[in-house]
Every structure is written in structure tokens, then in C-alpha cells.
């Protein structure tokens, strides 16, 4: 699978994440007609909805990865790609929604990017070093994923005098920390054929 191979199926991981969160949605409407209004106030409300769709989102990434990529030479490179892809389509529909004027800034663009292909690369990663161990690969990936991706919605959310600093500081981690585990995995595939 070359990288636009990877970038598409990032594309595909979005659009089959972003079907799930709409089923989710829904789900959650039945239960005020059968009079459980309390449980559908709790099931859509915003907190829960946002870690339901990390949720969603990094199952379908690692899902995607242990499936598609792993066959690859250096599947975690690919996995940046599908990170990118994923990121794409993330941006294409906060356009979308937005576009009637509210201003989206670059901070928010960047921020969707490096969230999707970090999560995507600690997945790979993650799967990477620990093959033949699927749960620790699993768990190694998955829930460091949701660790960063939630903080980096809860700074995008939560209003502070320094939203603005906490924002740029993750996203310098985050740039460091997929360069670092990109940089790793290459040098160390290079330094075993040796």
C-alpha cells in the first residue's frame, strides 16, 4: 500500500467514523420517546459525545492499521499518511458547518492535523513494538491516543486567559513526539538489516 493508499484509507477511517458518531447520535433519540428523557440528556450531552467520538475515531484507526498497514515495510510512516487523510476529511466538514462565518483559525487547522496523525503514528507505533502481543499493542496504542487526543479537545474547548498558550504548547508536543516516534521506528528498522 503506497502512502495515497494510506491517505485514502485515512479518508475512509473519517467517513466510517464520522457514520458511527451520526448512529450515536441517533441512538440516543429513541430513548426520550419510551420516556427516559434523563438517559437521553446524558447520552448526548457534549461530554459525552466527545469521548464517545475519540472513542470511535482511535478504534477505527488502529483498526484500519493492524488490518491494512501492517503488511507494509514501515507501516508507521504509513500511518502518518493515514492521519493525514483522516485529518482532511475532519477539516473539509468543519468548513463545511462553518463557512457561514465563523472563523476557523490556523491554530484549529493545525491542531486537527497534528492530533490525527499523532494518534495514527502512537497507534503504529505501538503495534509496531509490540508484535506478536496484540493486547499490549492495543492497549499501548489506544489508550495513549485517547489520553492526547482528549486533552487536546478538552484545551480546544475549555476557555482559559491561556487556551491560546496551552493549544501551542501541545501542539509543539505533538509535532515532537510524531517526529520522534517516526524518526525511531525508521532508524531502528535501519539498524536491524545492518
Do not use: C
Amino acid at each position: 500500500m503506497n502512502n495515497l493508499q494510506s491517505f485514502s484509507l485515512g479518508i475512509l477511517a473519517a467517513i466510517g467514523a464520522l457514520f458511527l458518531e451520526v448512529l450515536l447520535l441517533n441512538f440516543s433519540e429513541p430513548l426520550s420517546f419510551i420516556g427516559k428523557e434523563k438517559v437521553a440528556k446524558e447520552f448526548i450531552s457534549l461530554d459525552f459525545f466527545f469521548f464517545s467520538a475519540i472513542l470511535i475515531e482511535e478504534l477505527l484507526k488502529y483498526f484500519l492499521i493492524s488490518k491494512f498497514l501492517l503488511k507494509e515495510k514501515n507501516f508507521v510512516f504509513s500511518s502518518f499518511f493515514l492521519g493525514l487523510g483522516f485529518s482532511l476529511f475532519e477539516l473539509i466538514l468543519i468548513y463545511w458547518n462553518y463557512k457561514i462565518g465563523i472563523e476557523f483559525e490556523i491554530s484549529g487547522i493545525m491542531g486537527v492535523i497534528l492530533i490525527h496523525i499523532t494518534t495514527s503514528v502512537i497507534i503504529a507505533y505501538s503495534i509496531w513494538k509490540n508484535i506478536g502481543k496484540k493486547l499490549l499493542a492495543f492497549l499501548g496504542g489506544f489508550i495513549p491516543a485517547i489520553i492526547i487526543h482528549s486533552l487536546y479537545n478538552i484545551a480546544s474547548v475549555v476557555e482559559t486567559r491561556y487556551q491560546n498558550k496551552i493549544i501551542f504548547a501541545l501542539l509543539i508536543f505533538l509535532a515532537f513526539l510524531t517526529s520522534f516516534l517516526l524518526i525511531k521506528s525508521t532508524v531502528s528498522k535501519d539498524l536491524k538489516t545492518i
